[in-house]
Every structure is written in C-alpha cells, then in structure tokens.
C-alpha cells in the first residue's frame, strides 16, 4: 500500500533560519508529489508540486523542493524562514493511475519571531 | 473567482443522529474529492467523483457514509447512525478533470459528535 511519512512532527526556528522538512514516500511506480501547507484558520493551499522534469521545484513563498528518486523523498526546503510561514504543512502523492492524494501525518512549523 | 464552498462550517450532533455535509467546487471543475481530517492527522480520502459518478469510493469507512453529486456540480456526503468516532474535519477540494492537476480546496466542516 502507498504511504507518506514526514519525519518531523513539530519544528521550532527563529526568523531566518533555514527550514528542512523531510517526505519520504513508499511507491515503487510513478508519482505525482505535493506539498500543501496550512496557515492557522485556514485552509489547504499548494506550495508547490512534481510531475515530472527537473527534480527541483520551485513553490510560492520562496519554498522549494528535491525529488530524490533513489531515496523515495521529496523534502521541502526553504533558506531563510520568516514568522509568516508558522503553519502546518502537509506531504502527498498521487500514485499510479489513482487521482487520490495520500497524505503524511504534517508537520507544524512555528517560526519566533 | 470564488473558491470551493462547504457548508455548515461546524455541525454539532448526538450520536446515532444523520447529517448531510455539503461541498460547492470551484465553477467548471469536474473532479470532486472528499477526505476527512481527525486531529493530528493528515487528511485521509474518503470518495473521488469524476462528473456525477462516484471513480473511486474505496475510502469510506463503512456504509453509513454516502455521498452524491447529482449533477455534476454540488455534493452531498451524508452519514448515518453517526458515532463518536466520526468526530473530525471534513474537506472536500475540487480540481480540473485529468490526472494530476491540483485540487483546491474547501474550509472544511468540523463534525462533532456527542
């Protein structure tokens, strides 16, 4: 069965400091892969995604992310955060011919000002 | 333009209660998805219509959930004899026909069931 598993539930960081959020996704054919984030009393929106091309992906807000085929992840980075970016964000994929997302568990940033 | 559209944004019922759940896509967008979101998890797919005809139903819980899209437009996700358990967020998103394409989506109805 497809799964999602981001490693870091709860992250704390200081405005300006780089930000890394693990994804690692267990699929063996083609996925599409997302991340979603989650600002406090909103809802869902995409920071970016991959079909296909280059691996790196740029989102809105500055984020980006690596497709790392042999190591099954696509982990979202971002060089300098900024308290804005407290939220809750979201890992997922599409796999194979399914149009549902399988979703991680999240991982919720809070960023001191 | 407008975004995806759920009401009630709260609904509070007794156990054994129905309730009907409601979702309004965006204008135009053939593929309407269901998920549910219980605290500290992510969203977890319930039901993915393309047009009016439920593609893939495989995540309903159990058959006191159902869900509609009769015309194509509005859905309804309608659950029975509701149980604590069900207590959660529901979403709905919506997003172009086709494989891949981004789905948008809703402010969600927090469910709770006492």
């Known amino acids: 069965a497809q799964s999602v598993s981001q490693h870091n539930h709860h992250v704390i960081l200081s405005e300006a400091a780089s930000l890394e959020l693990g994804c690692n996704y267990s699929?063996?054919?083609?996925?599409?892969l997302f991340w979603y984030v989650q600002y406090p009393g909103q809802h869902l929106q995409l920071l970016l995604k991959?079909?296909?091309?280059d691996p790196l992906v740029k989102g809105i807000k500055g984020f980006e992310a690596e497709f790392i085929k042999s190591k099954f992840s696509f982990n979202l980075r971002k060089p300098s955060v900024q308290w804005s970016d407290t939220a809750e964000y979201f890992c997922?994929?599409?796999?194979?011919?399914?149009?549902?997302?399988?979703w991680g568990l999240g991982t919720s940033l809070a960023v001191n000002p | 333009g407008a975004g995806v559209s759920q009401t009630p944004s709260n609904k509070v019922t007794e156990k054994g209660k129905y309730v009907e759940l409601r979702c309004d896509p965006i204008?135009?967008?053939?593929?309407l998805y269901w998920y549910r979101q219980s605290l500290g998890q992510g969203p977890e797919f319930l039901i993915y219509?393309?047009?009016?005809?439920?593609?893939?139903d495989s995540g309903l819980p159990n058959d006191r959930f159902f869900a509609v899209r009769p015309e194509g437009s509005v859905s309804t996700l309608k659950i029975q004899r509701t149980e604590r358990g069900d207590s959660a967020v529901y979403l709905c998103a919506s997003s172009r026909g086709g494989f891949g394409h981004e789905q948008f989506f809703g402010p969600g109805t927090r469910l709770t069931v006492l």
């Open positions: 997922a994929i599409n796999a194979g011919n399914n149009r549902k997302l399988i």
């Open positions: 991959y079909f296909s091309g």
């Open positions: 699929y063996g054919g083609t996925v599409n």
């Open positions: 219509f393309q047009g009016t005809g439920a593609a893939d």
């Open positions: 204008s135009g967008h053939t593929a």
